[in-house]
């Protein structure tokens, strides 16, 4: 069974070879966080990654697609451009498009903003009295679009439970294989992650990076996915 | 790899990193496409009232209604990374109020597969053109530009203006009979 291998492995390990398991597991989520904190700085936008929660941008976006933001000052809110926006005292933000903007001699904006699968603009969504979106509503402007990946994060927010499942199961098959390496010496893939017996160095390879980079963006994800 | 989840566990890997390396294939090979196309607009008939704006904050705004014509091949577009295009027929305009206004009159959305050569004639704009104020009464010059928003499958969300642009004088009066 996968959990006894698991224990029986760790057991045969010595504290050094622990220690080293946790000090890369650590690197990982340390990277995670310094991509993510860099990424803020250079986009200048709070969130620089957003999932789309809603289906208010069919057929462009639908729930689960992962949005990059950029919100540089430099770059004026402009008609047609899509904007991920909070409304004052509510958490969730929101991706829809600019549909009218007024802007004053010394920059003010005020802006209006409509979902393309929506039939009235969202006037009904702003707070009471409110008819215009401002700058500082404004969390950035989707520049770039990759489909489905973000689903993660919404599975793991409807079913809690899987948060904590999903971010052990890699780890099982993190374990080194240490039979292995122990017997044999000339060992093509030396990166000790993949259980591997396999011939191929490549695949070896590629199953490694994919345990790397699956717990980078379950990291990652844990971050964007706060509420 | 002699266990059934350790080989499904590469498989997933692969599969996964193929699929990954194809996503960044698509964004980068139509990363630095030019994807601007002449258009044709023209515009027919302009008129001008002063009402309510019931839309918005409660106010005596200029209302104004323009009936236009729109030609455009987007042909070209299209490839194997655009997944839509958002068309938007935008009016940009300056008053004494606001030193920039847009505002957009209509809107489409073009998916793969669905007709690219636009061949629109006499239309009436899609969301009430209300400006913040009265600046529409005697502006000589809104600009009327057909841009669309380019969705690709994976990658860049630009934004491209077409090239060619028509400038709209509005009239001087308003409008009092209940036309349109």
Known sequence: MLSLDFLDDVRRMNKRQLYYQVLNFGMIVSS???????????????????????????????????????????????????????????????????????????????????????????????????????????????????????????????????????????????????????????????????????????????????????????GLFVLVHRE | MNTVLSRANSLFAFSLSVMAALTFGCFITTAFKERSVPVRIAVSRVTLKNVEDFTGPRERSDLGFVTFDITADLQSIFDWNVKQLF???????????????????????????????????????????FDDGNGLKGNRNITLTLSWNVVPNAGILPLVTGSGHVSVPFPDNYETTKSY
């Open chain 1, 32 to 218: 995670a966080l310094m991509i993510w904190k860099g990424l803020m700085v250079v986009t200048g936008s709070e969130s620089p990654i957003v999932v789309v929660l809603s289906g208010s941008m069919e057929p462009a976006f639908h729930r689960g697609d992962l949005l990059f933001l950029t919100n540089r000052i430099e770059d004026p809110i402009r008609v047609g451009e899509i904007v991920v926006f909070r409304i004052e005292g509510r958490e969730i933000p929101i991706v829809h498009r600019v549909l009218k903007i007024h802007e004053k001699q010394n920059g003010d904006i005020k802006f209006l903003t409509k979902g393309d699968n929506n039939a009235v603009d969202d006037r009904g969504l702003y707070k009471q009295g409110q008819h215009w979106l401002e700058k500082k509503d404004v969390v950035g402007r989707a520049r770039g679009f990759v489909p489905y990946i973000g689903i993660v994060t919404i599975l793991m927010n409807d079913y809690p439970k899987f948060k904590v499942r999903a971010l052990l199961f890699p780890a099982c098959f993190s374990h080194p294989s240490y039979n292995s390496f122990i017997r044999t010496r000339a060992e093509p893939c030396s990166l000790h992650i993949c259980c591997c017996r396999c011939q191929c160095a490549l695949l070896c390879l590629l199953c490694s990076l994919f345990q790397y980079a699956v717990l980078f963006l379950l």
């Open chain 2, 87 to 129: 068309l938007y027929l935008s009016a940009e305009y300056s008053t004494k109020n606001n030193a920039l206004n847009q505002v957009v009159l209509w809107d489409k959305i073009m998916l793969r597969g669905d007709n690219p050569r636009l061949s629109l004639k006499d239309m009436k704009s899609k969301y009430f053109f």
